[in-house]
């Protein structure tokens, strides 16, 4: 018999995608935070790092609550998304333009996570487990939080100051 049969089955694999990428992503931004130069940008990272633990937490609160073992099943995704900033920090490009490059991977990040909870949200509530919609709801609405100060940040300050660089020295010519 195939490992994922029932609807349930499903929801349960789902969260063991996002177990892991939370806790792919507790290692990650650390790095990322590191990179990064604008002082706004490298608090907004920081921040969801805490919020992102918090989430590693809730999802065990929800296996708990539907009587599954918290385990986790690597996210290929998450490593790729990862991998692609990592790459970009390699890049050795001028910090401002580098902090816009940050800003599109963590976004990038942000918004395969709205999809994992916006469907695990959906599948619990078809299931009628109240306490689990719950708790990925809250998680969902942080991710989206998240992702609208990554915008706010990059139209305000990042990359206002990114469009800057090569403008100045073409001027000098
Ligand atoms: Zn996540
Ligand atoms: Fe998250
Ligand atoms: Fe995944
Ligand atoms: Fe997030």
Same mark, same amino acid.
């Given at each position: 018999?195939?490992?994922?049969?029932?609807? &349930?089955?499903?929801?349960?694999?789902?969260?063991?995608?996002?177990?892991?990428?939370?806790?792919?992503?507790?290692?990650?931004?650390? *790095?990322?935070?590191?990179?990064?130069?604008?002082?706004?940008?490298?608090?907004?990272?920081?921040?969801?790092?805490?919020?992102? *633990?918090?989430?590693?937490?809730?999802?065990?609160?929800?296996?708990?609550?539907?009587?599954?073992?918290?385990?986790? $099943?690597?996210?290929?995704?998450?490593?790729?998304?990862?991998?692609?900033?990592? &790459?970009?920090?390699?890049?050795?490009?001028?910090?401002?333009?580098?902090?816009?490059?940050?800003?599109?991977?963590?976004?990038?990040?942000?918004?395969?996570?709205?999809?994992?909870?916006?469907?695990? *949200?959906?599948?619990?509530?078809?299931?009628?487990?109240? *306490?689990?919609?719950?708790?990925?709801?809250?998680?969902?609405?942080?991710? $989206?939080?998240?992702?609208?100060?990554?915008?706010?940040?990059?139209?305000?300050?990042?990359?206002?100051?990114?469009?800057?660089?090569?403008?100045?020295?073409?001027?000098?010519?």
């Amino acid at each position: 018999m195939p490992k994922i049969r029932t609807f &349930e089955d499903l929801f349960v694999d789902e969260l063991k995608d996002l177990y892991n990428a939370e806790q792919q992503l507790t290692r990650a931004l650390p *790095r990322m935070a590191k990179a990064a130069t604008t002082p706004q940008l490298k608090k907004a990272i920081e921040e969801h790092l805490e919020v992102t *633990r918090e989430q590693v937490r809730r999802l065990e609160q929800v296996f708990e609550e539907i009587g599954a073992p918290a385990k986790g $099943k690597t996210c290929q995704a998450m490593k790729g998304l990862i991998e692609e900033g990592q &790459e970009l920090v390699k890049e050795g490009m001028e910090s401002e333009v580098l902090d816009a490059g940050i800003i599109g991977a963590a976004q990038r990040v942000e918004h395969y996570e709205i999809a994992g909870y916006g469907t695990v *949200r959906a599948m619990a509530e078809t299931l009628g487990h109240k *306490r689990a919609v719950k708790l990925l709801d809250q998680t969902l609405k942080e991710e $989206k939080a998240a992702d609208e100060k990554l915008t706010r940040i990059a139209e305000s300050i990042v990359n206002v100051r990114a469009v800057e660089v090569g403008a100045s020295s073409e001027e000098e010519e």
